[in-house]
């Protein structure tokens, strides 16, 4: 589990650097948004046939998953943010 959380940290890192910008939510969403794009990264290659039943899917897999989800999320964010006005 820990070296999961690891793992995800790093993906989620790989992919924030891969696609700028501000997200809220620091660390810890970079986390979750890595662990859980390594989850669908998984899904993905099972259903396509590119992985065996319990085979995890590879650094860059996860990495695309990762990015895929943090696009999405900051889409549904970006959507329910009130516009900041300056004063």
């Given at each position: 589990?820990?070296?999961?959380?690891?793992?995800?940290l790093?993906?989620?890192?790989?992919?924030?650097?891969?696609?700028?910008g501000?997200?809220?939510?620091?660390?810890?969403?970079?986390?979750?948004?890595?662990?859980?794009?390594?989850?669908?990264?998984?899904?993905?290659?099972?259903?396509?046939?590119?992985?065996?039943?319990?085979?995890?899917?590879?650094l860059?897999?996860?990495?695309?998953?990762?990015?895929?989800?943090?696009?999405?999320?900051?889409?549904?964010?970006?959507?329910?943010?009130?516009?900041?006005?300056?004063?």
């Open positions: 589990m820990l070296w999961t959380l690891i793992v995800g790093i993906v989620g890192a790989i992919a924030k650097f891969l696609m700028p501000r997200d809220p939510g620091g660390w810890i969403i970079t986390m979750v948004l890595g662990v859980a794009g390594a989850f669908v990264a998984n899904f993905i290659g099972s259903s396509l046939g590119w992985y065996d039943q319990g085979e995890a899917a590879g860059v897999a996860s990495v695309i998953g990762a990015i895929i989800l943090l696009a999405i999320y900051r889409a549904i964010i970006g959507r329910n943010q009130i516009p900041h006005r300056g004063v």
